[in-house]
């Protein structure tokens, strides 16, 4: 219970960071209609915002990571799902075992999301994003109902046989693995991502989603290690 509420908590900060807030009631109407509107204003996002008209400026690297993601999307967002499955793992060691840390399952993790977490949602959010366009209720419905139903079980599927492999187990061994923990993973996914990808579908810009998902799955990663761990 308190890894799902973690989660939850994580999704709010996420939430947050990208400037996705309920739209305020106390609004001077007679001032929003005066205003200039700008699409380059730089009180739309604390994230994004330009540092060179915002005091402050923006996070730190941003534009570098928009700028990788622009020219190397694929290996950008897998080297940021690699950092997203290492500090979830990190982190679920360090607070949730009593064991000294475990490098190797951690690198083993961190790989898995370098070599299939991060290209392969690359390439199932752009034709997810490809096939439903727009932001409407039933637009996001139908991608989360997809993401869910369909994508889930692909994705654990191969979760818990990359593991089976890297550590060495018969097919056998992954195969029982499969059938014991698949159902558990999905439902432990579906107590959190539908809401997670409500406001991802419906908030975050497509280049966007991996990072988005990983600052979410930080918490989520932790689950995953837990019972991708277990014997």
């Not at 690198?107 to 977490?117: D, N, P, T």
């Not at 690359?122 to 727009?134: P, R, T």
């Not at 406001?199 to 989520?220: P, Y």
């Amino acid at each position: 219970m308190k890894l799902f509420s973690l989660i939850i908590a994580t999704t709010f900060f996420a939430v947050s960071a990208f400037g996705v807030s309920p739209v305020s009631r106390n609004i001077n109407r007679q001032a929003v209609r005066k205003a200039p509107l700008r699409k380059d204003s730089a009180s739309t996002s604390p994230l994004f915002r330009d540092a060179a008209k915002t005091r402050g400026g923006a996070v730190p690297g941003w534009a570098a990571y928009n700028g990788a993601l622009d020219k190397k999307p694929i290996l950008t967002k897998a080297l940021t799902s690699l950092a997203g499955f290492a500090i979830g793992d990190f982190l679920a060691q360090a607070f949730l075992s009593n064991d000294p840390l475990n490098w190797v399952r951690l690198i083993k993790l961190a790989i898995f999301g370098f070599i299939y977490h991060g290209p392969s949602g690359h390439y199932f959010y752009n034709w997810l994003d490809g096939k439903i366009e727009g932001t409407d209720g039933k637009s996001v419905a139908t991608k989360v109902a997809i993401d869910q139903i369909f994508w889930c079980p692909i994705f654990m599927t191969v979760f818990f046989s990359y593991l089976g492999l890297v550590n060495g187990d018969s097919f056998s061994t992954i195969t029982n693995k499969i059938k014991n923990d698949l159902l558990s993973a999905c439902q432990g996914s579906w107590k959190v991502w539908p809401i997670v990808h409500a406001v991802n579908f419906k908030f975050i810009q497509n280049k966007h989603r991996l990072i988005f998902i990983n600052g979410v799955q930080i918490a989520f990663n932790m689950f995953l290690s837990l019972i991708g761990s277990k014997a």
